[in-house]
T-cell receptor
Framework: KQEVTQIPAALSVPEGENLVLNCSFT??????LQWFRQDPGKGLTSLLL?????REQTSGRLNASLDKSSGRSTLYIAASQPGDSATYLC???????????FGKGTHLIIQP | IAGITQAPTSQILAAGRRMTLRCTQD?????MYWYRQDLGLGLRLIHY???????GKGEVPDGYSVSRANTDDFPLTLASAVPSQTSVYFC????????????FGPGTRLTVL
C-alpha cells in the first residue's frame, strides 16, 4: 500500500525567503505526482502535476521535482509572500482503485 | 464555467438516515472521484469512476455507494449514516483517469449525530 510522507508538518518563515517542501512515497509505481494547496475551510487547488516520466515542472515561483527511483518529490517556492500561507499537499497517483494517495500536508505560514 | 459543484455545502444528519451528496462537473471530464478528509488521517479515496457507466472502490468504500449514469454527475450515497462518517467530502474530476490533473470541488461538510 502506498504511503506518502511530508516533511516538515509545519513551517513558519519570514516573507521573501526561498523554501523547500519535501514529499516521499514508498511505491515508485506511480503514474504522476501532484502538488496541491488548501486554504482553511476550502477545497484543494492544483499547483503542479509531474508525470512519472518527467523530472520537474515549473509554474511561476513554484518548481516541483520528482525522483521516482528514490521516492521523493520537492516543491520549491521562490520569494515567498504572505499570500502563500496555506497547507500544501502532495499526492501520488497509482491509478484506478489506488487513486491519489495524499500526504498529511505541510502547514506553511509566511510572516509579513 | 463553474468547474465542479457540490451540494449541500454542509449538512447535519441523524444516524441511520440516508443521504446523497451531489457532485456535478461541467468540464466533460471522463474520470471522477470521491474523497473524504479527516483530521489526522488526511484525504482518502472512497469511490472512483474512470468513465460514465463504470465505478470502482477506493480505500474506504464501506457504507458508501456511487453511480455514474452520465458524464457530468457522480452522486455519493450513504445508505444508513453512522457517526464515523462525519467528515468533509470532496469530489474531484480529471480528463483522463491516469495522466491528468485532478480538479477538486469545494467540499461538503457532513456531521452525523
Amino acid at each position: 500500500k502506498q504511503e506518502v510522507t511530508q516533511i516538515p508538518a509545519a513551517l513558519s518563515v519570514p516573507e521573501g525567503e526561498n523554501l523547500v517542501l519535501n514529499c516521499s512515497f514508498t511505491d515508485s509505481a506511480i503514474y504522476n505526482l501532484q502538488w496541491f494547496r488548501q486554504d482553511p475551510g476550502k477545497g484543494l487547488t492544483s499547483l503542479l502535476l509531474i508525470q512519472s516520466s518527467q523530472r520537474e515542472q515549473t509554474s511561476g515561483r513554484l518548481n516541483a521535482s520528482l525522483d521516482k527511483s528514490s521516492g521523493r518529490s520537492t516543491l520549491y517556492i521562490a520569494a515567498s509572500q504572505p499570500g502563500d500561507s496555506a497547507t500544501y499537499l502532495c499526492a501520488a497517483f497509482g491509478g484506478g482503485a489506488d487513486g491519489l494517495t495524499f500526504g498529511k500536508g505541510t502547514h506553511l505560514i509566511i510572516q509579513p | 464555467i463553474a468547474g465542479i459543484t457540490q451540494a449541500p455545502t454542509s449538512q447535519i444528519l441523524a444516524a441511520g438516515r440516508r443521504m446523497t451528496l451531489r457532485c456535478t462537473q461541467d468540464m466533460r471530464h471522463n474520470a471522477m472521484y470521491w474523497y473524504r478528509q479527516d483530521l489526522g488521517l488526511g484525504l482518502r479515496l472512497i469511490h472512483y469512476s474512470n468513465t460514465a457507466g463504470t465505478t470502482g472502490k477506493g480505500e474506504v468504500p464501506d457504507g458508501y455507494s456511487v453511480s455514474r449514469a452520465n458524464t457530468d454527475d457522480f452522486p455519493l450515497t450513504l445508505a444508513s449514516a453512522v457517526p464515523s462518517q462525519t467528515s468533509v467530502y470532496f469530489c474531484a474530476s480529471s480528463d483522463g483517469p491516469f495522466t491528468d490533473t485532478q480538479y477538486f470541488g469545494p467540499g461538503t461538510r457532513l456531521t452525523v449525530l
